[in-house]
């Protein structure tokens, strides 16, 4: 078992930073990849990022390339999504959910989320 817990989102003016932790309970955070996704008011859910259990690969949705960079700190038991350049289609709610499978796949794949942070970017 595995619980999330999701910090440091905010209000934050375009083109500002945040970064979000997902901290993880257990002594097997580094048994899981972990994935960042977001929903909009309105919207699907939608993928943001995952890295593998080591950290050696990393996926990002072509929205945030160049922006979002994310990462891992096993001993910490905690992942992070650093967010810059941020735009008013950035705001969502954004949740860490982890994930046993070493292929990537959809969010239904994975199996822990957290309860997500908010993150609204004004223009």
């Known amino acids: 078992q595995v619980q999330l817990v999701e910090s440091g989102g905010g209000l934050v003016q375009a083109g500002g930073s945040l970064r979000l932790s997902c901290a993880a309970s257990?002594?097997?955070?580094?048994?899981?990849?972990v994935g960042w996704f977001r929903q909009a008011p309105g919207k699907d859910r939608e993928f943001v990022a995952r890295?593998?259990?080591?950290?050696?690969?990393?996926r990002y949705a072509d929205s945030v390339k160049g922006r979002f960079t994310i990462s891992r700190d096993n001993a910490k038991n905690t992942a992070y999504l650093q967010m810059n350049s941020l735009k008013p289609e950035d705001t969502a709610v954004y949740y860490c959910?982890?994930?046993?499978?070493?292929?990537?796949?959809?969010?239904?794949?994975?199996?822990?989320w957290g309860q997500g942070t908010q993150v609204t970017v004004s223009s």
């Open positions: 257990g002594r097997t955070f580094g048994s899981y990849a």
């Open positions: 890295i593998s259990r080591s950290g050696g690969s990393i």
């Open positions: 959910a982890a994930d046993s499978s070493v292929v990537p796949g959809p969010a239904r794949q994975y199996d822990y």
